[in-house]
C-alpha cells in the first residue's frame, strides 16, 4: 500500500487493483452520497448494481496523471468495487514518440488538418504490439473499457474469446474531419469497429457509421472528492498564501492543462481589457498530463506571453500528491470571482463542471460538449471577443448578487446533471445491456442510427471548424 494522494503506479501499469492488494485511493460508499442526491436515485444506482455484480473489468488508459480521464477513474474505480464490479485499472507505457504520435492523432481527430503520416501509425502501431506483449492483462477480466484513442488498437492484440470490449470517446471528435479524410477514416475505423460499444459525451460527437452499439453518457465530478468537497476560507487562504495572491483583490481564474486547444491567450487579452477598468488579477493554473508532450511548450509560451505582468499568476501545480492537487485546484476555484474557459474545441471540461458545482459564475465557449453545461444567459455565459467578454467579467466583479445567482443555478445544474453516482448508474446499465446481449453489434450493423441515451438528449448546433494554434 502507498500513501493516499502520493501518486504511484506499480511497475506493469498497475494503478488499483484489489487482486494485488494494491489499492492506495479511495471514495465514498453509495451511502454517503444520499444528502447529495437523495434517497431514490441512490437506489437506482444500487439495483442498477446488483444486475451485474461480480462481473470482473480492466479500465484502460494513458496516463494516471493529468486530465479529466484519471480525474474520474480516481474515484469511478473505488466506486465500482464497491458496488460489486470487480475493477482494476491500469496505463499503458510508451516513448516520448509514442504520445507525439498520439497528440498528434488527437489533434487530427479534433479538426486538425493533415494526416496521421506512415511514421506516426508505425510508432503507434509498434507501441501497441509492444505493450501486448508486456503481460498487459494478465488476469480473465470480463469487460475491458478503453479510454480514447491512445490505446484503441490494443483489442486487436489483446481481445480473448467471450471477452466484452467497450471504447470511451472523451475527445471533441469531429465527424466531418474524419470522413473527409480516407486515411485517417480508414485507419480510425478499422480499430473502432473491433470494439463491442463505444460511449461518447455528446450526441453530436458520435460517428453514425461505426457498427457497433453507441451510448451517450456525459462525464461526471464526485462531489465528494478532495477537489470538490466544501473548504473552509482558512483553507482556501492558506493556499492563496503559498502562491503570493492577494486574496483582496478580485481574482479570474482559468483552471486546467497547458493545451493548445484551451484558450488561455484568449482569457489573457480578455483579463488585459478588464484591468484597464478595474483592479484585478488573473490566475493560469494547470498541470502537465504524461500523456500529453504539447504542454510544456503552451506553459513556456504562457510565461513568456505574461512575464512582465505581475498580476498575472502562472502556476504550474504538481502532480506528485494527488490530493494535495486536489486541494489546491479546489482552493483556487473557490477564490475566484470568475472562471474562464474559452476553449477553441472541448471534449466535454470537467474543470467546468467542477466550477459550476462551486457556484462560480463561469464563461466558457460554445465549442464541443461545453453547451451541455453552460445555457448562454443562465448558467454562464460563452466567449464571443475579449471586448465583449471583458464587460460580462466587469458586470460580475461589480455585481456580486448576480454572480451569485447565476453560480446557484450552475450548481443545480450539476446536481442534476453530472455527478458519479448517477452517470456510474449509466455505464452499469449500459455494461449489462452489451453483456446480456439486450444491444448487439448484429442490430446496430442493420441499424446504424440507432444511438441509446441515459440522459437528455440535447441536440447542439453543428461547430464550426476552428484554426489549430
Not at 434517497?39 to 479500465?59: D, H, P, S
Not at 443555478?409 to 446533471?417: F, L, P, T
Amino acid at each position: 500500500m502507498t500513501k493516499e494522494g502520493i501518486s504511484s503506479v506499480l511497475a506493469d501499469g498497475t494503478v488499483y487493483s484489489k487482486r494485488k492488494n494494491f489499492c492506495p485511493f479511495s471514495t465514498f460508499p453509495p451511502e454517503a452520497y444520499v444528502p447529495i442526491l437523495g434517497e431514490e436515485r441512490v437506489e437506482r444506482l444500487q439495483k442498477i448494481a446488483q444486475r451485474v455484480k461480480g462481473l470482473k473489468m480492466l479500465t484502460l488508459n494513458a496516463s494516471a496523471q493529468g486530465g479529466g480521464v484519471a480525474e474520474m477513474l480516481y474515484s469511478a474505480v473505488p466506486f465500482l468495487n464497491m458496488l460489486g464490479v470487480e475493477t482494476e485499472w491500469k496505463v499503458i507505457c510508451g516513448s516520448k514518440e509514442y504520445f507525439e504520435s498520439t497528440k498528434e492523432l488527437h489533434n487530427l481527430l479534433q479538426g486538425k488538418t493533415g494526416s496521421f503520416s506512415p511514421e506516426r501509425r508505425q510508432i503507434y502501431l509498434s507501441t501497441l504490439k509492444e505493450c501486448a506483449k508486456q503481460n498487459l492483462i494478465d488476469y480473465e477480466p470480463d469487460v475491458i473499457d478503453v479510454h480514447d484513442p491512445q490505446p484503441l488498437g490494443l483489442n486487436r492484440y489483446l481481445r480473448r474469446p467471450g471477452q466484452t470490449w467497450l471504447w470511451r470517446c472523451h475527445i471533441d471528435i469531429d465527424k466531418e474531419t474524419i470522413e473527409d479524410n480516407p486515411g485517417l477514416w480508414e485507419f480510425f475505423t478499422e480499430w473502432a469497429g473491433r470494439y463491442d460499444a463505444a460511449i461518447f459525451s455528446a450526441a453530436h460527437y458520435i460517428i453514425s457509421r461505426w457498427p457497433v452499439p453507441k451510448f451517450i453518457i456525459p462525464p461526471f465530478i464526485d462531489p465528494l472528492s478532495e477537489k470538490n468537497r466544501e473548504l473552509s476560507q482558512g483553507g482556501i487562504d492558506r493556499v492563496l498564501t503559498k502562491y503570493h495572491i492577494d486574496p483582496r483583490v478580485p481574482i479570474i481564474a482559468q483552471i486546467g492543462r497547458f493545451d493548445p486547444w484551451k484558450g488561455i491567450d484568449r482569457t489573457i487579452a480578455t483579463y488585459r481589457r478588464v484591468r484597464e477598468e478595474r483592479k484585478c488579477q488573473l490566475i493560469l493554473a494547470g498541470g502537465l498530463a504524461a500523456d500529453d508532450p504539447e504542454g510544456e511548450r503552451i506553459l513556456s509560451r504562457v510565461y513568456e506571453d505574461t512575464k512582465n505582468d505581475e498580476d498575472i499568476h502562472v502556476l504550474n501545480l504538481a502532480l506528485d500528491d494527488r490530493l494535495e492537487n486536489h486541494r489546491e485546484v479546489n482552493a483556487l476555484q473557490r477564490a475566484a470571482r470568475v472562471i474562464m474557459q474559452p476553449s477553441t474545441r472541448e471534449g466535454f471540461g470537467l474543470v467546468i463542471t467542477e466550477a459550476l458545482w462551486k457556484g462560480k459564475p463561469v464563461i466558457g465557449a460554445d465549442v464541443g460538449a461545453i453547451p451541455l453545461q453552460i445555457r448562454d444567459g443562465d448558467t454562464g455565459y460563452f466567449y464571443q471577443t475579449s471586448r465583449k467578454t471583458a464587460q460580462k467579467v466587469i458586470y460580475f466583479l461589480e455585481n456580486p448578487k448576480a454572480a451569485e445567482t447565476m453560480g446557484k443555478r450552475g450548481r443545480e445544474y450539476v446536481e442534476q446533471h453530472f455527478l458519479l453516482p448517477d452517470r456510474i448508474a449509466d455505464y452499469l446499465m449500459a455494461i449489462n445491456m452489451v453483456v446480456s446481449g439486450a444491444v448487439s453489434k448484429e442490430v446496430c450493423e442493420v441499424c446504424t442510427e440507432c444511438i441509446i441515451s441515459f440522459h437528455p438528449w440535447i441536440k447542439l448546433s453543428k461547430r464550426k471548424r476552428v484554426r489549430f494554434l
